[in-house]
């Protein structure tokens, strides 16, 4: 008996609305390994019945215009027809380039928001399961081997779903995980947001060449007479891989009883710490045992007025310092107790000077954005260096790999703990020290 068109749309709508209800069940809970089977049932009937309709809708355009249809094909057995439908199904989901029929409702689309959902799912699983090490439940052995996760190793490399990392051991996690890790590496770490980070799968040393012309202007030609030729005058930066170790101990008896999401936990906890280390070293590290903070690779610019006070000249000085090429990209950068300083400034009628910015205003100076980077000098001191001005994008960060989880079971079962040790291996440098210029205080 055949089948119409208007059947076939019918029951395709209906295998839909079921699909639709185990993909929103999925957002609450596991599914069963026969809800598991179901779906890709009902997945698979969606895409012959495609194939059927856009047989029929080929035939009636063939009507119509007038042409012979071909001859029918000899009927496939349903294994065949089965094997062909999953196979139809595969293209549509890897996104082919070809164009297809219109479907009347968007299933390819769904599915592969299904399918990323349920892989993320599972590795979010997985990850938890390899928090807990041997007391991994059934539900995370199970998504661990279908996410590729060995449970049993005790270090982990975080590579992201986008990378080319062929690094041992390399795992793609789910998203919430390093969102939450670099989330806060950035939130104490606020250079990373403004300088340029470039990463590399190796640490091996990565020589960068830097120029800076701004000095050499150009000239009006005389007739008959050849130019002069200015020489470029090239420098050149070597960035290396200094590491970076974040280390946090957890109970036992709180990985085993607690219902904490551990993944987002740890993950905060380890960014933190790593945040707090980099944004030391990248304020005011000396580029011989770690990276070259950006206050050590800055120029001098400007002296403020004492020890213990700045003015507006003084600030004012301090953009002046800098070429107006890099001033296009220019910001302030101070820890937080100096820029509330710098809000304190009066006239001498005792009014501020930046009252705008006391109504919640952007924090801006004098028309540049201030970045508050609390790794600076907190207090006006003798010899502080209080303020910078610069274009930051010339501050440069290497990433060299991907950054290294470590379970530690052993190490700390004296005290009934284990530990989690995140490293990242990294170094940092001024590409071009004019760029960037500090105001210090006197010495006396």
């Known amino acids: 008996m055949s089948v119409s068109r208007r059947d076939l749309l019918a029951e395709r709508a209906r295998l839909v609305e079921q699909a639709k209800a185990y993909h929103e069940s999925a957002s609450t809970r596991e599914w069963t390994p026969e809800e598991t089977a179901k779906v890709d049932e009902i997945v698979a009937l969606i895409a012959e019945h495609d194939v059927r309709i856009a047989a029929i809708e080929a035939a009636m355009a063939e009507e119509v215009s007038g042409e012979e249809a071909p001859a029918e094909a000899p009927a496939a057995d349903p294994a065949a027809q089965q094997q062909a439908a999953r196979a139809r199904l595969s293209d549509v989901l890897s996104a082919s380039s070809r164009r297809t029929r219109p479907a009347p409702v968007g299933v390819p689309m769904f599915t592969r928001d299904l399918d990323d959902k349920r892989a993320n799912r599972d590795r979010e699983t997985a990850l938890c399961g390899w928090f807990l090490g041997n007391d991994a439940k059934a539900e995370h052995r199970s998504a661990a081997q279908r996410s590729g996760l060995n449970l049993g190793s005790n270090r982990i490399v975080l590579t992201r779903a986008n990378s080319t990392s062929t690094t041992a051991g390399g795992y793609t996690i789910p998203q919430g995980f390093l969102a939450e890790l670099e989330k806060k590496i950035v939130y104490f770490n606020p250079l990373r947001d403004v300088a340029r980070v470039i990463r590399t799968e190796s640490g091996n040393s990565l020589p960068f060449p830097t120029i800076d012309d701004t000095g050499n202007p150009g000239a009006i030609g005389a007739e008959n007479t050849a130019p002069s030729a200015t020489d470029?005058?090239?420098?050149?930066?070597?960035?290396?891989?200094?590491?970076?170790?974040?280390?946090?101990?957890?109970?036992?008896?709180?990985?085993?009883?607690?219902?904490?999401?551990?993944?987002?936990?740890?993950?905060?906890?380890?960014?933190?710490?790593?945040?707090?280390?980099?944004?030391?070293?990248?304020?005011?590290?000396?580029?011989?045992?770690?990276?070259?903070?950006?206050?050590?690779?800055?120029?001098?610019?400007?002296?403020?007025?004492?020890?213990?006070?700045?003015?507006?000249?003084?600030?004012?000085?301090?953009?002046?310092?800098?070429?107006?090429?890099?001033?296009?990209?220019?910001?302030?950068?101070?820890?937080?107790?100096?820029?509330?300083?710098?809000?304190?400034?009066?006239?001498?009628?005792?009014?501020?000077?930046?009252?705008?910015?006391?109504?919640?205003?952007?924090?801006?100076?004098?028309?540049?954005?201030?970045?508050?980077?609390?790794?600076?000098?907190?207090?006006?001191?003798?010899?502080?260096?209080?303020?910078?001005?610069?274009?930051?994008?010339?501050?440069?960060?290497?990433?060299?790999?991907?950054?290294?989880?470590?379970?530690?079971?052993?190490?700390?079962?004296?005290?009934?703990?284990?530990?989690?040790?995140?490293?990242?291996?990294?170094?940092?440098?001024?590409?071009?020290?004019?760029?960037?210029?500090?105001?210090?205080?006197?010495?006396?």
Do not use: C
């Open 232 to 444: 470029m005058t090239f420098g050149q930066i070597i960035l290396g891989a200094y590491r970076t170790e974040s280390l946090v101990l957890l109970s036992n008896e709180l990985l085993r009883d607690s219902g904490l999401d551990l993944a987002t936990e740890v993950a905060g906890l380890l960014g933190e710490r790593l945040g707090r280390k980099e944004a030391t070293d990248h304020a005011t590290g000396n580029g011989t045992t770690a990276p070259q903070g950006v206050v050590t690779g800055s120029s001098a610019g400007a002296t403020g007025a004492t020890t213990t006070t700045i003015t507006l000249a003084n600030i004012m000085a301090l953009r002046n310092a800098l070429d107006f090429g890099y001033q296009q990209n220019g910001a302030f950068m101070m820890h937080q107790s100096i820029w509330s300083t710098i809000l304190q400034l009066a006239d001498s009628q005792s009014r501020p000077l930046f009252l705008d910015l006391l109504n919640g205003n952007a924090p801006r100076l004098l028309g540049y954005p201030v970045i508050v980077n609390n790794a600076m000098a907190s207090s006006i001191a003798a010899s502080a260096k209080t303020i910078l001005f610069g274009d930051f994008s010339k501050y440069y960060i290497r990433d060299a790999g991907d950054i290294e989880i470590i379970r530690m079971n052993e190490r700390y079962a004296d005290a009934y703990q284990t530990g989690f040790m995140a490293v990242r291996r990294s170094d940092a440098k001024v590409a071009q020290s004019a760029a960037i210029v500090r105001l210090t205080q006197p010495a006396t």
